[in-house]
Nanobody, 123 residues
Framework: QVQFVESGGGLVQPGGSLRLSCVASGSIFEFYAVGWYRQVPGKQRELVAAITTKGGTNYTDSAKGRFTISRDNAQNTVYLQMNNLKPEDTAVYYC?????????????????WGQGTLVTVSS
């Protein structure tokens, strides 16, 4: 089993940047596809970026061109670089993983959710 801990959120002005980090416990991290999700109160959690075990990436339309997901297996860490942030990016951001990137959309295949990290984009 793998546990994920998110960090790096904060308050940033529109147009600014943040880099989120997701540190995973466990020696099998390299076998996990990992996704970054976000949730706004009253709405469903949304998968915004995903990275496969081999480094392939995928993004939701709203994240394309602005967000970059990457991983460092030696550090058991996945990053989300967010540029040109917009007020609508305000949310709690979570990371989680599954044994295939095709399973990242299905809660039952994910690990236990962490606390997330709050990103607030406001002037």
């Amino acid at each position: 089993q793998v546990q994920f801990v998110e960090s790096g959120g904060g308050l940033v002005q529109p147009g600014g940047s943040l880099r989120l980090s997701c540190v995973a416990s466990g020696s099998i991290f390299e076998f996990y596809a990992v996704g970054w999700y976000r949730q706004v109160p009253g709405k469903q959690r949304e998968l915004v970026a995903a990275i496969t075990t081999k480094g392939g990436t995928n993004y939701t339309d709203s994240a394309k061109g602005r967000f970059t997901i990457s991983r460092d297996n030696a550090q058991n860490t996945v990053y989300l670089q967010m540029n040109n942030l917009k007020p609508e990016d305000t949310a709690v951001y979570y990371c989680n993983g599954a044994l295939s990137d095709r399973l990242l959309e299905y809660d039952r295949y994910l690990e236990v959710w962490g606390q997330g990290t709050l990103v607030t984009v406001s002037s």
